[in-house]
């Protein structure tokens, strides 16, 4: 059995280290030691082509002086190492008077995602012969599937936060991937599809949740389903956006812009406009780390604050931002347990976990028979946004024309264009089909990338700008 984090690095040392990270006279001083084990395997043309192991181990110390912010990190546990990593961080603070001996106490934490079975004690020949399967199933499910490609992956990290306010915090994440490529062709005209999914879930959630044939099915449906595709009408015109992952638009065209970096900064359009009307009376804005089981879920953030569910916007009216302890010192607001990094090699920035709008009162059904004329989207791309002014653009990955109530033909190249606070006002009607995605999505800022959740019920969204080729009469 390998050694706990709390041997590896015993406790009087870390209260050592946070003695020295404040011996220059820092208000403020972190901790933070992870140990990760992620292992991977990849399938292309019905064979494994890669697979790989990696371990990571190393300790993050970072240091706050007004704010300013020293930060250091070291993957050598010798106590010289690790008190030299801490004077480094220290550096920014060469004034001040020293504080006393750091003490801290262990916090105890929510456990919200326990698992039968860790991918990591499961033999790499399970995991391989979970993507020989997908592949089967995609080829199986239609003659004009003519390639698959997937990936599973796992990782199990462990974390310890000291603080110098106190605190002791431990957590294992567990976080496991499936996800898989279907290529379909027909008379020269090849369509992608995608699927897959996961979460701080055991290998189970793979036998009973998401067996690899519903996930290749899924796959080659989306790529299937294009091949045909019209080219996308272009112009303002109604939108309707599926359940689930949609929720990426919401995302990248609000979530972000309500971080409490970008907020203090005066570089997000949402700064000073708390208790404002910033979208539809129907839309509720929730960012939440509670969630049982969901990529974006955490028992604590990595300052060692408990994560806990936060209302951003509330019946349109915007209450609240995602705010880690620097933004929260800056702005005389209380940490949100919002603080995450990618690992002890960055320090830690306010970040969405799981973040979703609430369910509404309309049924979906209604919501498209409502349309004469406009745009279904399915699932999305990749997409831009514009934090200082809410500007963004996102590709349809699939979409369909809806003609008088009903789905119609697949598009092809349409991409939607707008700005966030004003496509949030012409939300006129939500879904009481709330969903969240499957369990795939990666959040990048700043140079790093930490998991998150989405999610959207069947939402309508009025004189939204659809970017295409063709121009309907």
Known sequence: MSPTLRELVPLTVVEQLLSRALATGGDYAEVYVERSHTSSVALEEHKIRTAAYAVSLGVGIRVVRGTEVGYAYCDDLDIGALLKTAGVAASIARSGKATSPVAVRMHTLPNRYPVRHAADGVPAKEKTALLLRADEAGHRYDARISQM????????KDILIATSDGILAEDRQIMCRLSLTAIAAHHGERRTGFHGGGGRVGFEHYKRELPPEVAAHEAARMAVAQLGAVEAPAGPQTVV???????????????????ADFIHKGTSLYAGKLGEKVASELVTVIDSGELPHRRGSINVDDEGEIAREKVLIENGVLRGYMVDKLSGQIMGLPSTGSGRRESYMHPPMPRMTN???????????????????GLYCAAFGGGQVDIANGNFVFEVREGYLIENGHLGAPVKNAMLIGVGPEALKNVVRVGNDAKLDPGIGTCGKDGQSVPVGVGLPTVRIDNLTVGGTAVRG
């Open 149 to 156: 490609m997937g990936g599973f992956a796992d990782q199990t």
């Open 241 to 259: 956006l599926s359940p689930g992952w949609s929720g990426i638009l919401l995302h990248e065209a609000v979530g972000h812009g309500l971080e």
């Open 355 to 373: 973040t979703y709008m609430a369910a509404g009162p309309h049924d979906p059904e209604d919501i498209v028979r409502e349309v004469e004329r």
